[in-house]
């Protein structure tokens, strides 16, 4: 069928970013789109990722052909039993972008045994610690993998179908079991976020008594703690809905530290040599991806304690139409009253910006 109509259920950054690939790859596709709140939905319409968006779900839901789902995790089943119930096409076929998949699947198969309803989970494995519509991004998901787990019993013809309509994603797809795939993600995405956010309590808690040390964090401390800025609400999910993978890898990690808190009190030089060798050579092999916009690109400006520095600031950038994605002011340093933080989409839009402020103040603006 050439003229689907393609529901992306939850227009935040995995949604937006699906809904501009979709449409990019298949103009003639219906796109419509559920979002609760207002705002996602006039942008997503303004910018044409979607011709239609609605807060009304039941009533888009029974006039698709393909939904996707694209909810934290927990709620992404809700909406499944919420659809369960709905007199939906006959053959309709769901799929979603949660990062786990063992609940999800669990909950479809038990939901959709008596239905010719088609689940196919899904999982791109690309993104942001930004949130929201406005970060989205049609080359998201470009040469990321793109994780599928079909239930038992999905044709060939269906996990097809689903490929075509995301195949502007430009992703490389795989098929998984949900088990094969929690247990993996679990190591490579999801612990490392409790890694992240628990060195930023370290520091916190340190900071109490040593105040200064907040200004120490050089690039090491950055780049090991940027998925810290994730949403709360969708990675206590993750967590939530990986339990038992997490609990081992913090389990397998505490013991690691262990081992390397011994070599340390025993002096053994050699060996914390071979343990930081090992490292960097397996990392300089793992096929990490970079993704188009894995990062987004970051501007700080020093600003002094002003109620109108900011809009000072932003006028500067007014009319050179750039990408900026978001804005935000962090009081963390002690010597200065604050650093605002302008994110771009853009590496060019932020050295335009550079320029910008540094022509018109002279407040320090660093990358
Ligand atoms: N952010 C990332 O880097 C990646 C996220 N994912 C998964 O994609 C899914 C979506 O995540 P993002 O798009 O990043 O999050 P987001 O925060 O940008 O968007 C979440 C969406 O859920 C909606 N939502 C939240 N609570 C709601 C409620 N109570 N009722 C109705 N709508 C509600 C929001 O309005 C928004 O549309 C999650 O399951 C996440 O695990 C998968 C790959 C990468
Ligand atoms: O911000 C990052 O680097 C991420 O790790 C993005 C991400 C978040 C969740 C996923 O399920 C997959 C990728």
Do not use: C
């Not at 519509?133 to 999905?154: C, G, M």
Request: aromatic share 8%.
């Amino acid at each position: 069928m050439s003229n689907k109509t393609i529901l992306i259920a939850g227009l935040g950054l995995i949604g937006g970013s699906l809904a501009r690939a979709i449409k990019a790859g298949h103009p003639q596709y219906h796109l419509s789109a559920y979002n609760r709140s207002q705002a996602p939905r006039e942008f997503a319409l303004q910018e044409q990722l979607v011709d239609e968006a609605s807060d009304d779900f039941d009533t888009l839901a029974v006039k698709a052909d393909v939904i996707i789902l694209n909810f934290p995790v927990q709620l992404s089943i809700q909406f499944l039993k919420r659809l369960a119930s709905l007199p939906l096409k006959q053959d309709v076929l769901i799929s979603d972008s949660g990062s786990t998949k063992q609940d999800i699947m669990e909950s479809a198969v038990s939901l959709f045994a008596d239905k010719p309803i088609r689940f196919i989970g899904g999982h791109p494995m690309a993104g942001s610690h930004k949130t929201g519509v406005i970060a989205s991004d049609a080359l998201l998901f470009e040469n990321a993998y793109y994780i599928l787990t079909p239930a038992p019993n999905t044709q060939t013809k269906d996990i097809d179908e689903l490929k075509l309509i995301l195949s502007h994603t430009h992703a490389k797809f795989i098929e998984l079991t949900a088990d094969d795939h929690d247990a993996m993600t679990a190591v490579t995405s999801h612990f490392p976020h409790v890694v992240a956010s628990a060195l930023v309590h370290e520091a916190e808690d340190f900071s109490k008594q040593m105040p200064f040390t907040k200004n120490l964090a050089a690039g090491g401390f950055r780049d090991m703690t940027r998925i810290a800025e994730s949403s709360p609400e969708m990675w206590s999910e993750i967590l939530m809905s990986n339990a038992d993978n997490v609990v081992s890898q913090i389990d397998q990690f505490t013991a690691q530290l262990h081992v390397v808190k011994d070599l340390i009190k025993a002096k053994q030089h050699e060996q914390l040599w071979e343990f930081f060798d090992q490292a960097r050579e397996l990392r300089s092999q793992m096929p990490i991806h970079k993704g188009a916009m894995a990062n987004f690109y970051d501007l700080f400006i020093s600003i002094p304690d002003r109620s109108d520095v900011i809009h000072e600031i932003l006028n500067y950038l007014s009319g050179h139409e750039l990408s900026i994605v978001n804005i935000k002011i962090n009081e963390t340093r002690i010597d200065i009253n604050g650093v605002l933080q302008i994110t771009f989409k853009t590496i060019n839009d932020l050295e335009t910006a550079e320029t910008l402020i540094k022509t018109h103040t002279s407040y320090d603006v660093y990358k």
